[in-house]
């Protein structure tokens, strides 16, 4: 007899909340923010308007479903199961918080605050919640191409916008760069780290460095099987070069990163604290990811 399916509600801590745990009361935190020309009264409408969208989506859950509840700072240390439905309900940034963790699981993205947040990944309204979860296992979903970097011990972490590849603090990383299957060319570099992003990324942090670059690379879509990388303000020197300094991986083409400074991380989509550990001499391979995130429509 198979399980019913379980809902786990994604969620984060308001900054309303975090306002008020911080200073210990409402009144503290409505003065610290006078103080600095803010008025906490939009702080707590926000912070109401995604209770009520928590509220509302937990009561269109099929009475015969089980349901879970996980803040997006416990992420890391709870476990979906197989069978789970994820709706997230809050920014677009926290369906790609939650992406690296799953592992075929439908998400559903619930905006909490139309007109605020671009609509990209959280694309429905808490009043969908109610037609759309009795049918969600059965509704057209999106496959979401995402990134993977591995390193040589077996470390690996996957992001559905973008990994970020350098030191920690963004100061200068150390490495050698090469393109598998490219006669064996590599080059050393000294930079501010590498960034390999996805069609999903191309909203944000891979965009603003391509648009800077003015790349004559096209923008991969979000179900590409196509990534863009980019070397942030490669030094060059009599020892380190600057000429693989962007590109795309298709398919099975993989970047590879051999370390050449005391330590290096690799993080997924801006969660910097969930960060792969890299030393001198370790190499990684990134590239495309052979997991998706299946975002229902």
């Known amino acids: 007899m198979s399980l019913a399916p379980r809902v786990v509600l994604v969620h984060r801590t308001t900054e309303y909340e975090e306002l008020v745990a911080h200073h210990g009361t409402h009144g503290q935190a409505a003065f610290f923010l006078s ?11 926000r912070h109401r308007r995604t209770r009520r969208a928590l509220g509302e989506v937990t009561a269109a859950i099929p009475l015969t479903w089980r349901q879970a509840q996980v803040e997006r700072g416990d992420l890391d240390r709870f476990l979906f199961a197989p069978e789970d439905v994820v709706v997230v309900v809050g920014q677009d940034g926290l369906v790609a918080n939650v992406a690296k963790y ?13 007109g605020r947040n671009p609509g990209v990944l959280v694309r429905h309204r808490p009043a969908d919640a109610a037609a759309l979860l009795p049918a969600v296992l059965t509704s057209a979903v999106d496959e979401l191409t995402m990134v993977e ?7 690996r972490i ?5 990994i970020y590849l350098g030191a920690a603090g963004h100061q200068t990383a150390r490495y050698r760069l090469g393109l598998e299957g490219d006669g064996g060319v590599v080059e050393a570099q000294a930079s501010s780290g590498v960034l390999v992003g996805t069609g999903t990324g191309a909203t944000g942090w891979i965009r603003s460095v ?8 096209s923008l991969p879509r979000p179900t ?7 070397v942030r303000e490669a030094w060059p020197s009599p020892a380190t070069g600057t000429s693989l300094v962007a590109g795309e991986l298709a398919d099975a083409a993989r970047l590879t990163l051999t370390v050449e400074s005391e330590r290096l991380i690799a993080f997924g989509d801006g969660m910097e604290q969930d960060a792969l550990q890299l030393t001198w001499g370790q190499s990684v391979r990134v590239g495309v990811a052979g997991t998706s995130l299946r975002l229902v429509g």
Do not use: K, M, Y
């Open 149 to 155: 970097a591995v390193a040589d011990d077996t470390q």
């Open 158 to 162: 996957v992001a559905l916008n973008e």
């Open 35 to 45: 103080s600095r020309g803010r008025d906490i009264g939009e702080v707590a409408e």
């Open 210 to 217: 391509w648009q800077e670059r003015g790349a004559a690379l």
């Open 224 to 230: 590409d099987d196509r990534l863009l990388w980019f």
């Open 102 to 114: 799953l592992a075929g699981q439908p998400v559903v993205g619930i905006d909490t605050d139309p």
